[in-house]
């Protein structure tokens, strides 16, 4: 396994940090992860020691104002910011891997910024994977805004002790005050419309342990994908890749992606 990081400049000339994980060989497929608010593209250890030894290549950035990349802390004027920032990442990654398949994995707001990437880019796309996101029913009141200035509570996370620990004690999670999330609020209202524009094989994934399970089935009943599975786990909770049930978890997402890479593992060469 090879491992490589660097910074790439995105919108407005922040720099933002990524890294990679190679196998031994061409890659059978790409995974580019775009993770969850306050957290950053080193959480994903799991889906690292999983993939990479099966032939797989897994890319992901650092959000601006997340992890080791400039900008303000968890905080954008506009969600799509983050977007416009995967869509130079993502031209980055097909640039080094001009011929193999790209799957899109978005965990909690990291689906969200999928979401929204694959309802202007799903042509780039081999496949979208959600994680922990999920959306409200169209229709419902908005949830209550959670109050500015609090941290993050953490026991919604993991049912693993040691997972929460790391969390608490990584430096480069924000543990800070939260802003208040506009940007993310106007998000969710226009998900409706973008996730019925979607025609891309999907996987929505999450723990039935929270409020995840609801929502990923609203977004499985309204995605545009005709190929879409949904899978629910009894008991996990938010972060699934990082539940002591993870080994299943993983085996799911490797099953559906080995169905999703057709007749070769590479795109043919123009």
């Given at each position: 396994?090879?491992?490589?990081?660097?910074?790439?400049?995105?919108?407005?000339?922040?720099?933002?940090?990524?890294?990679?994980?190679?196998?031994?060989?061409?890659?059978?497929?790409?995974?580019?992860?775009?993770?969850?608010?306050?957290?950053?593209?080193?959480?994903?250890?799991?889906?690292?020691?999983?993939?990479?030894?099966?032939?797989?290549?897994?890319?992901?950035?650092?959000?601006?104002?997340?992890?080791?990349?400039?900008?303000?802390?968890?905080?954008?004027?506009?969600?799509?910011?983050?977007?416009?920032?995967?869509?130079?990442?993502?031209?980055?990654?097909?640039?080094?891997?001009?011929?193999?398949?790209?799957?899109?994995?978005?965990?909690?707001?990291?689906?969200?910024?999928?979401?929204?990437?694959?309802?202007?880019?799903?042509?780039?796309?081999?496949?979208?994977?959600?994680?922990?996101?999920?959306?409200?029913?169209?229709?419902?009141?908005?949830?209550?805004?959670?109050?500015?200035?609090?941290?993050?509570?953490?026991?919604?996370?993991?049912?693993?002790?040691?997972?929460?620990?790391?969390?608490?004690?990584?430096p480069l999670v924000y543990r800070g005050p939260l802003p208040r999330m506009s940007a993310m609020?106007?998000?969710?209202?226009?998900?409706?419309?973008?996730?019925?524009?979607?025609?891309?094989?999907?996987?929505?994934?999450?723990?039935?342990?929270?409020?995840?399970?609801?929502?990923?089935?609203?977004?499985?009943?309204?995605?545009?994908?005709?190929?879409?599975?949904?899978?629910?786990?009894?008991?996990?909770?938010?972060?699934?890749?990082?539940?002591?049930?993870?080994?299943?978890?993983?085996?799911?997402?490797?099953?559906?992606?080995?169905?999703?890479?057709?007749?070769?593992?590479?795109?043919?060469?123009?």
């Amino acid at each position: 396994m090879t491992h490589n990081e660097g910074r790439f400049t995105g919108l407005g000339g922040l720099h933002i940090y990524w890294q990679c994980w190679l196998p031994d060989g061409n890659p059978k497929a790409v995974l580019l992860i775009a993770h969850g608010f306050a957290e950053h593209s080193g959480r994903y250890g799991n889906v690292v020691r999983h993939f990479v030894p099966r032939g797989y290549a897994v890319y992901a950035p650092d959000h601006r104002g997340h992890g080791r990349s400039d900008g303000e802390r968890v905080q954008v004027a506009d969600f799509s910011e983050y977007v416009k920032d995967l869509k130079t990442f993502f031209d980055m990654v097909r640039r080094e891997r001009p011929t193999e398949r790209i799957f899109l994995v978005g965990h909690s707001m990291g689906s969200m910024i999928a979401l929204a990437y694959a309802a202007e880019h799903q042509h780039e796309l081999a496949g979208l994977v959600t994680s922990g996101g999920g959306m409200a029913r169209p229709g419902d009141p908005p949830p209550p805004p959670r109050p500015a200035g609090m941290p993050l509570d953490t026991a919604f996370l993991s049912r693993d002790p040691a997972v929460i620990k790391a969390y608490v004690e990584d430096p480069l999670v924000y543990r800070g005050p939260l802003p208040r999330m506009s940007a993310m609020a106007s998000m969710r209202d226009r998900l409706p419309e973008m996730v019925a524009r979607i025609r891309l094989p999907a996987l929505i994934m999450a723990g039935n342990g929270g409020p995840d399970g609801a929502r990923s089935r609203v977004l499985y009943e309204h995605i545009g994908s005709q190929d879409k599975t949904l899978k629910l786990y009894e008991g996990l909770l938010h972060e699934i890749f990082n539940e002591p049930e993870h080994p299943l978890v993983m085996a799911d997402l490797e099953s559906w992606l080995e169905a999703h890479l057709g007749p070769g593992t590479r795109l043919p060469k123009h």
